[in-house]
């Protein structure tokens, strides 16, 4: 597997490229699985929970050009309240669902590092310019303080500044005129195939990590197992 050289920039997404969720999921948090029981949902009859899910999301996706984290903080705590009223046995109060939407977007503690993660950066910061293309929220850069990631990137793209998700060609054009750098000498790491197919249609290298449980696989597309193999990957 090689990447067409030189590659001058790299870009990364953030969640199952560089970051994992403590608690396994983006949307629940450890208070919110306590809240809202995984096992019990899953069982309702008619996928009400499915459903309810399938619209609360599409909500997110109608509403996610945001300004502060405020905004963000309202917009969970809609999500929360339309998956509440789905599910009215579970007796959750408004209290409940402020709560559950105060952790989802203040906590900084609910994002781990995966392994490699930032030892890689590490390695290329200096060699090559770096930038993130991600879908994500307000709330991504206090996290991304936290964990001593945020002085790495040169340049970030977030779909909240631009009020759409990855692989709308948007996201890929901000982030390619940030960068600098013409298309061709960058490398996108992503763990969703469907991202890399719309970064490559932008003429950008693409590289498909398979570092989530669940991971996407595309024989069509450069894949490796986790953030480590990149540094080798791209020469540094």
């Known amino acids: 597997m090689k990447l067409q050289k030189p590659v001058r920039g790299v870009f990364f997404d953030l969640g199952w490229t560089l970051l994992y969720p403590v608690s396994g999921d983006w949307r ?3 208070t919110a699985q306590k809240i809202f029981p995984p096992e019990y949902l899953r069982a309702l ?14 909500y997110l996706g109608d509403h996610h050009l ?4 405020e ?14 009223e789905a599910v009215p046995e579970l007796g959750l109060s408004p209290e409940d669902i402020r709560r559950v939407a105060e952790e989802q977007t203040y906590s900084v ?18 060699k090559y310019r770096l930038g993130v293309i991600s879908d994500t929220w307000p709330s991504i850069e206090p996290r991304l ?9 040169d340049c970030v793209t977030y779909s909240f ?27 996108f790491i992503d763990d969703v195939a469907g991202n890399l197919r719309g970064a490559a ?16 696989r595309d024989d069509a597309i450069p894949n490796i197992a986790g953030p480590g193999e990149i540094p080798g990957l791209v020469g540094a």
């Open 28 to 30: 629940f948090t450890l």
């Open 45 to 58: 009859p008619d996928d009400r929970w499915a459903k309810a899910l399938q619209a609360a999301e599409s």
């Open 66 to 69: 945001l300004r502060s984290m």
């Open 71 to 84: 905004e963000e903080f309202h917009q969970w705590r809609t999500y929360y309240g339309m998956l509440a």
């Open 109 to 126: 503690e609910d994002y781990g590092l995966l392994p490699g993660a930032r030892e890689t950066l590490e390695t290329l910061s200096g």
């Open 145 to 153: 303080q936290k964990l001593g990631l945020r002085e790495f990137f």
């Open 161 to 187: 500044t631009l009020g759409v998700f990855k692989p709308h060609p948007a996201m890929y054009r901000d982030a390619l005129e940030k960068m600098g750098l013409p298309a061709a000498e960058t490398v």
């Open 201 to 216: 249609e932008q003429g950008i290298q693409t590289v498909l990590i398979c570092a989530r449980p669940d991971a996407d």
